[in-house]
T-cell receptor, first 113, second 117 residues
Framework: AQSVTQPDIHITVSEGASLELRCNYS??????LFWYVQSPGQGLQLLLK??????LVQGIKGFEAEFKRSQSSFNLRKPSVHWSDAAEYFC???????????FGAGTRLFVKA | NAGVMQNPRHLVRRRGQEARLRCSPM?????VYWYRQLPEEGLKFMVY????????ESGMPKERFSAEFPKEGPSILRIQQVVRGDSAAYFC???????????????FGQGTRLTVV
């Protein structure tokens, strides 16, 4: 069955420190991969997506993610975190040719001064 | 171009009442998806609709829940006889064509937070 795993429920980083949020997926073929951010009480904003091509994907707000087929991972990174990055982050997968986006349970990011 | 509009943003219903959630897709989008987010969980797919057609409702509970996307007007997610377990955030997303096509992403609304008391 298709699934998305975000192993870290909460992460706390200091402002200015680097960030890596982990995401592993389970799917037979190469899926479409997404990272979304959700601020409290808000909807989801797409940070970046991977469909094909270069496995290092650049997104908005200084985020990037790397698709590693051998590890079935799509980890999200940012070199220097800002206090405004505190939010919940969702990794998601949409099967190739399909339309049901499957979301991970989310990782809540806390940023300390 | 306005984004996906959902209303109301917050909805409180007593047990046994009906809840009607509305979603107006982005202009030019004819595909709508509904998701439910339970507290502390990710989003779960419920239903996929095109204009006047339900394409996939495999994520919808078998009873009390229904969805429509008429030729004119917004998509409606209807929950009859609500129970406390229906309390959740309901998100709508739209895309200009099916996500089955390459390089299509869905754009999400801000959600309707339903509280059943």
């Amino acid at each position: 069955a298709q699934s998305v795993t975000q192993p870290d429920i909460h992460i706390t980083v200091s402002e200015g420190a680097s960030l890596e949020l982990r995401c592993n997926y389970s799917y037979g073929a190469t899926p479409y991969l997404f990272w979304y951010v959700q601020s409290p009480g808000q909807g989801l904003q797409l940070l970046l997506k991977y469909f094909s091509g270069d496995t290092l994907v650049q997104g908005i707000k200084g985020f990037e993610a790397e698709f590693k087929r051998s590890q079935s991972s799509f980890n999200l990174r940012k070199p220097s975190v800002h206090w405004s990055d505190a939010a919940e982050y969702f990794c998601a997968v949409a099967p190739t040719g399909g339309f049901k986006t499957i979301f991970g349970a989310g990782t809540r990011l806390f940023v300390k001064a | 171009n306005a984004g996906v509009m959902q209303n109301p943003r917050h909805l409180v219903r007593r047990r046994g009442q009906e809840a009607r959630l509305r979603c107006s897709p982005m202009k030019g989008h004819s595909h709508v998806y509904w998701y439910r987010q339970l507290p502390e969980e990710g989003l779960k797919f419920m239903v996929y609709l095109q204009k006047e057609n339900i394409i996939d409702e495999s994520g919808m509970p078998k009873e009390r829940f229904s969805a429509e996307f008429p030729k004119e007007g917004p998509s409606i997610l209807r929950i009859q006889q609500v129970v406390r377990g229906d309390s959740a955030a309901y998100f709508c997303a739209s895309s200009p064509r099916s996500q089955a096509n390459l390089n299509t992403e869905a754009f999400f609304g801000q959600g309707t937070r339903l509280t059943v008391v």
